[in-house]
């Protein structure tokens, strides 16, 4: 036999094999083989199963007050009206796995608020714009306070949040929406809440609605 004769009946039905196979390779693939490619594939998601929910690419922030064991509860104390000479009374209580700011608001003499003031946090929080709580109310309205130093009298950061009576719910709050307040006035020219300069936080009611009051409070943390 002829030596192109060889190559012929050698590399023909090579060929032939190759592009056999490309074409059933090809047509094998699946529909989604023409989408983009995913970068986070491997990266684990919290998503629940059958949603487009982003994956997650860090750790959840720890929380700042954790009130389900008796170490978030530290060092808060109350501050009353009656620094001013009013006559409303309230208290910070640990209970079966949350913490209860109870009490009883007045409006005698010029009175009109109870609240609760957290010790200084010990980081300092970057890359956060939200605050985040459990809470269970009585059905009034409650303020959470921000304070930016450790003047006892000074300027307050504060936002409001509705209750539902006896249900849990989490309450999300923008730091952009808290306003600077002191003794209940706002405060012109007082610059913007900046996360890096958040110190403490604080429980109060001053709803003008004499009368018993209750919020408890699971857990406090920023996002």
Same mark, same amino acid.
């Given at each position: 036999?002829?030596?192109?004769?060889?190559?012929?009946?050698?590399?023909?039905p090579s060929f032939a094999f190759v592009l056999a196979?490309?074409?059933?390779?090809?047509?094998?693939?699946?529909?989604?083989?023409?989408?983009?490619?995913?970068?986070?594939?491997?990266?684990v998601s919290n998503a629940p199963s059958g949603t487009?929910?982003?994956?997650?690419?860090?750790?959840?922030?720890?929380?700042?007050?954790?009130?389900?064991?008796?170490?978030?509860?530290?060092?808060?104390?109350?501050?009353?009206?009656?620094?001013?000479?009013?006559?409303?009374?309230?208290?910070?209580?640990?209970?079966?796995?949350?913490?209860?700011?109870?009490?009883?608001?007045?409006?005698?003499?010029?009175? @009109?608020?109870?609240?609760?003031? #957290?010790? $200084?946090? %010990? =980081?300092?929080?970057?890359?956060?714009?939200?605050?985040? /709580? &459990?809470?269970?109310?009585?059905?009034?309205?409650?303020?959470?306070?921000?304070?930016?130093?450790?003047?006892?009298? @000074?300027?307050?950061?504060?936002? #409001?949040? $509705?209750? %539902? =009576?006896?249900?849990?719910?989490?309450?999300?709050?923008? /730091? &952009?929406?808290?306003?600077?307040?002191?003794?209940?006035?706002?405060?012109?020219?007082?610059?913007?809440?900046?996360?890096?300069?958040?110190?403490?936080?604080?429980?109060?009611?001053?709803?003008k609605q004499e009368g018993q009051f209750r919020l408890?409070?699971?857990?406090?943390?920023?996002?």
């Open positions: 036999m002829k030596r192109r004769d060889i190559l012929r009946n050698t590399l023909v196979s490309a074409c059933i390779s090809s047509e094998g693939e699946s529909e989604d083989a023409s989408a983009p490619a995913r970068p986070d594939e491997g990266v487009d929910g982003p994956p997650v690419t860090e750790e959840p922030r720890p929380l700042l007050f954790d009130f389900t064991g008796s170490e978030g509860f530290k060092s808060w104390r109350t501050v009353d009206d009656r620094v001013m000479g009013g006559v409303s009374r309230s208290r910070l209580f640990l209970g079966d796995g949350h913490a209860t700011f109870q009490g009883n608001l007045s409006l005698e003499n010029n009175g @009109g608020f109870a609240s609760v003031r #957290s010790p $200084e946090i %010990e =980081e300092t929080l970057r890359d956060i714009d939200k605050v985040r /709580l &459990k809470v269970r109310g009585d059905g009034r309205s409650y303020q959470l306070s921000i304070r930016t130093d450790r003047v006892f009298d @000074g300027v307050r950061y504060r936002t #409001s949040f $509705e209750t %539902e =009576e006896d249900v849990w719910q989490e309450v999300v709050l923008s /730091l &952009k929406d808290f306003r600077p307040t002191w003794r209940g006035r706002r405060v012109p020219g007082a610059p913007k809440l900046a996360a890096p300069d958040i110190r403490s936080f604080g429980f109060m009611v001053t709803d408890d409070v699971e857990w406090l943390g920023a996002e």
